[in-house]
């Protein structure tokens, strides 16, 4: 009842257990959650854990799923996320699929710092991200600025011995605001981990450079790469030099765009 009145889009098990307890001789306070299945649209979380704990100083909260199906059938084996709140900062450790023996895995430590309620900056102070047993590195200048009118992007480079994509620039409401992907020697089966369900195998290396300005209205995209060795599915088509233009236009959910392809 309460999920139909106050949350009808989740689906939260019956089975579901909520305890808690307060002090009132020291202001301190825990809350315990847990329930065997959790939905949410098309995303499934399974063995689900959320623990609460805090004063009127500082909150802390360790959040578990044993397994979370997402919508397009793959899934992430094991999630944690552990916060803690103090003076308008908080530190948090993400886990995902956090396993030695698996070759997809993920793990992220940082902070958010909270300057007003919409204005924040989100630092990721180390990350361990393994892709097909491949371990790549986060460039520790990143930070994510959010505020009402954009989101600022700086540094959020990821490479791996020789690979490298790396995102800059600003998510807004301005054609003047552009975020910048820039690809380097990147390998395209390091996708294939993604693209599993849809039963499509990608083969390549691509070089060059996206971008996305006016996301938040009618949000446009430009890219001139070149990819080499590209093969789909084992079908090797050769190189290709692609430049691509598209606009989204929100209102009528239409498309324009413009393309030149090359295969050699």
């Known amino acids: 009842m309460i999920t139909e009145n106050f949350l009808p889009s ?12 307060l002090n009132t001789m020291n202001g301190t306070f825990r809350l315990d959650f847990s329930s065997p299945d959790i939905r949410y649209g098309g995303i499934h979380f399974l063995q689900n854990g959320i623990n609460l704990n805090g004063d009127a100083q500082t909150l802390s909260m360790d959040v578990n799923a044993g397994r979370v199906n997402l919508a397009d059938s793959s899934y992430i084996l094991g999630l944690n996320l552990s916060s803690k709140t103090s003076n308008n900062h908080i530190s948090y450790l993400l886990r ?6 698996l070759h997809n ?3 992220f430590k940082g902070s958010f710092d909270f300057y007003s309620a919409s204005h924040f900056d989100m630092h990721f102070d180390s990350s361990q991200i393994i892709i097909q047993n491949q371990p790549w590195s986060l460039d520790p200048e990143n930070k994510i600025t ?4 954009a989101i600022t992007i700086h540094h959020l480079n990821f490479s791996n011995r020789g690979e490298a994509i790396k995102i800059e620039g600003v998510i807004g409401d301005s054609i003047s605001q552009n975020l910048a992907i820039e690809f380097s020697s990147f390998k395209l089966d390091n996708l294939n981990p993604f693209l599993h369900q849809s039963n499509l195998v990608l083969g390549g290396v691509i070089d060059g450079n996206a971008y996305l300005s006016n996301v938040r209205k009618n949000a446009q995209m430009e890219t001139d790469l070149h990819i080499t060795d590209l093969s789909v599915n084992s079908d090797t088509l050769g190189c290709c030099c692609h430049h691509f233009e598209i606009q989204f236009r929100a209102k009528n959910c239409c498309s324009e765009y413009w393309s030149h392809q090359r295969f050699g």
């Not at 995902?96 to 023996?101: E, F, G, I, P, S």
């Not at 959010?146 to 009118?149: A, E, I, L, P």
């Open 146 to 149: 959010f505020d009402s009118s």
């Open 10 to 21: 989740w689906t939260i098990d019956p089975q579901t257990i909520l305890s808690g307890s």
């Open 105 to 107: 895995r993920g793990k």
């Open 96 to 101: 995902l699929a956090d396993n030695d023996t």
